[in-house]
């Protein structure tokens, strides 16, 4: 037997098949997308016994059908790429539901397991399933498992291993058998795939179905190979087609998932023993105030608020050990290189540009896990149920707050999570909306201006602002749908998985999957932002001052040692004191008229008219720009922009308020950076999932509504005397 096996495992959405797989795989994962698709592909590697196992963890669907990128590449993954075995999750708990989608996975005649997980919730309900009868019944093996708690995984391989053996040495799959009138459908059909000798990926037989079922997908590739017989198929199929319509009034398609529940009702009788009356459905119980409508929206904001709490208070502590970390790089670079161009490149750009950065990681890290609390918890769901009401304000519904929620990560995956709404006119207008919810790549700015001008108010600060981006989503959500996406709105059926103890170590998981995307930046794009702002900020090297600070410094150190010849030892703590706050503010002025006359200084002067009515100064302008690349760049270029080079942290900090920038102003800056153009990764992702006219409408709409929403913040603020 072949040492080397791939397990698919398939599942619906909240079935606990990415916990399972995290337990499988641990740290051993690689996150892509699948070939020719959008659609997110993860892939991990186990060794066993004697055996190298890839788990590859197929996209999370209800069926099989060909309505979205998900079924289709689960299904094509299945057929084409013929896993040894398919390991069929399915909630316990839930056993009807998940049936649907197994009893297709079955259909395509592939090796295959049913793992019933969450087996504590369905004994939590008073669930009882006779695993043995239900083997019995689909002719496959059946193990329970318990995803969060690690246990019944090792049973899983062994099972999967045991089952392709015994498919190795010549058993096959058992057919799920439909009512006779579709079964007469059913053979007719494959007669006619046998006869014409065409050979298609994946069973005959499921073959058959497909193209009684309509299935554009597979008939396009019957097409493909025989245009002559695919006709002659087409036609035998559409016949039969017409004769269930005639029978039953209702296309096949409808009749043949009649036949399947019908099926699935047959299992569930005779393998489930529903003991539900005994026990507390604690779900249920735990929405009677979650989802309630007069506390549930409270409740949900107190979360969200306590989520931005914790980012900025915990946070601040490893915050404070990375900023010391790279005060000791500099300074060692400092000392032990001579001065060079390429030590200012390495010590001011390089360093202070990533240095000013990654400090940040530890917010951007508690966030991830808080949102992937949210997620493996259950509340998730209950937060799009919850927003129904305000979504059909901007004329969606629940399901599209999902995306819009996931982009307090990165608006990046949470653009390409709109490909599960069903709408075109749903998916565009979800788009459009989603990059006014505040990404991760914004924190770092808004930590440095509200640690800087709001000190305590910072995480309420903070947490207005990405109040204020789900609110202006909304709103331009309402304009777009009386504008531009008229129409009905689609009907919203979502289901509420059962509350679930989330693991820690599918937690860390998840953070950490998400934690790297913001250290690959370290690598890539904020090197290089740094680097071009190091040269921007260095070049033309000649400057003409304002005066000759040499001179002046020279001048300084001079009457300072004529007045400590005669000081008294008091005296001379108080003329050192003042001797270095002096050379300071003088060298600091001189880095000011240097930077000003650079390159970027240039560029600045020429934003200037465009930002002043905002109260941003020409440096925050400059940095504004630099943000289009990535949001976290818009701090290290103030850090080169505002002179405090290498120091960063604290010294930035006190540069900002040094340089005249107020409260009001700070507020303007945050509310611009929370509204305006999204990344260039957010405007390619856009323009891959809408098209390039949608990505340049989004630039320019969003650029507005920043620069409108910055004016009147800052205006306003003045109207009333608040500096």
């Not at 400059?622 to 943000?627: P, Q």
């Not at 690349?629 to 540069?655: F, Q």
Request: glycine share 8%; proline share 3%; with cysteine.
């Amino acid at each position: 037997m072949n040492k080397n096996l791939t397990l698919a495992l398939a599942g619906n959405p909240n079935c606990g098949k990415t916990t399972i797989f995290n337990n499988l795989t641990g740290a051993r994962q690689k996150v892509g997308n699948w070939p020719g698709v959008t659609v997110e592909k993860k892939e991990g590697k186990l060794r066993f016994k004697d055996y190298d196992l890839t788990i590859v963890d197929l996209p999370g669907t209800y069926s099989l059908t060909p309505f979205s990128i998900e079924e289709i590449t689960a299904r094509d993954f299945v057929i084409n790429e013929r896993p040894d075995i398919v390991v069929i999750i399915i909630d316990a708990s839930n056993l009807e539901r998940s049936l649907f989608l197994a009893i297709q996975i079955l259909e395509l005649g592939r090796p295959a397991i049913f793992v019933l997980n969450m087996a504590d919730v369905a004994d939590a309900k008073g669930i009882q399933i006779n695993a043995a009868k239900l083997s019995q019944l689909l002719g496959l093996p059946v193990v329970f498992t318990v995803g969060n708690k690690n246990k019944g995984t090792d049973h899983l391989i062994e099972t999967a291993i045991d089952e392709i053996l015994r498919f190795d040495q010549g058993k096959e799959s058992r057919p799920i058998r439909y009512s006779q009138k579709v079964e007469t459908c059913i053979a007719k059909v494959q007669a006619d795939l046998v006869e014409s000798g065409v050979s298609m990926e994946g069973s005959c037989r499921w073959n058959a179905i497909k193209i009684l079922e309509d299935d554009k997908v597979i008939k396009a590739k019957l097409q493909e190979m025989s245009a002559s017989s695919a006709k002659k198929i087409i036609a035998s199929a559409q016949e039969s087609r017409k004769r269930i319509q005639n029978l039953f009034e209702d296309d096949f398609e409808i009749v043949l998932t009649d036949d399947r529940y019908g099926v699935i009702a047959g299992i569930v009788k005779e393998t489930v023993t529903n003991l539900a009356g005994k026990r507390i459905d604690i779900s249920r119980n735990i929405d009677l105030v979650l989802t309630d409508r007069f506390f549930g929206i409270p409740v949900f904001i107190f979360f969200i608020w306590a989520m931005f709490q914790l980012t900025f208070s915990l946070g601040a502590y490893p915050m404070g050990w990375i900023e010391s970390a790279v005060s000791l790089l500099s300074m060692g670079f400092e000392k032990s290189l001579p001065p060079s161009l390429l030590k200012d490149l390495l010590v001011n750009g390089i360093i202070a540009g990533i240095g000013s950065v990654i400090i940040f990681l530890p917010n951007i890290l508690i966030l991830f896990f808080c949102i992937a609390l949210f997620e493996d918890t259950g509340y998730m769901a209950r937060a799009a149920f919850l927003m129904d009401r305000v979504m059909h304000t901007a004329g969606l519904h629940g399901k599209s707050f999902i995306p819009m929620l996931m982009g307090f990560g990165c608006n990046v995956p949470a653009i390409m999570a709109t490909r599960t709404l069903e709408s075109k006119k749903d998916r565009i207008l979800t788009i459009l909306m989603t990059p006014f919810m505040s990404c991760s790549a914004r924190l770092p700015v808004y930590i440095v201006l509200a640690g800087s001008f709001f000190a305590d108010r910072a995480g309420t600060v903070i947490f207005g602002l990405y109040f204020m981006g789900i609110l202006i989503a909304i709103l331009s959500g309402r304009l777009f749908r009386k504008i531009l996406f008229k129409g009905e709105e689609a009907p919203f059926i979502m289901e509420l998985p059962p509350y679930r103890i989330p693991m820690v170590k599918s937690l860390m998981i998840h953070m950490w999957d998400r934690g790297k995307m913001f250290l690959k930046k370290m690598g890539g794009v904020i090197l290089v932002g740094s680097v071009i702002i190091w040269g921007l900020s260095n070049f033309p090297r000649q400057v003409s001052y304002s005066e000759d600070y040499t001179e002046k410094i020279h001048s300084v150190k001079t009457e300072y040692a004529q007045k400590i010849s005669s000081a008294t030892l008091k005296e001379i703590d108080a003329l050192d004191r003042q001797l270095a706050l002096t050379l300071t503010e003088i060298n600091h002025k001189q880095e000011q008229e240097r930077i000003a006359g650079s390159y970027i200084g240039r560029l600045g002067k020429v934003l200037e008219p465009v930002f002043s009515p905002l109260g941003i100064g020409w440096q925050a302008s400059v940095a504004l720009v630099t943000g289009f690349v990535a949001k976290e760049v818009v701090v290290s270029t103030m850090g080169v922009l505002y002179g405090v080079g290498s120091e960063g942290g604290e010294a930035l900090e006190k540069a900002l308020r040094k340089s005249g920038m107020t409260s009001l102003s700070a507020l303007s800056i945050m509310v611009f950076v929370l509204l305006y153009v999204p990344c260039f990764a957010t405007v390619m992702t856009i323009y891959r999932e809408a098209s390039a006219g949608w990505a340049g409408f989004n630039l320019i709409y969003t650029t507005m509504v920043a620069w409108c929403m910055s004016f009147l913040v800052y205006q306003t603020g003045l109207m009333f005397g608040f500096y």
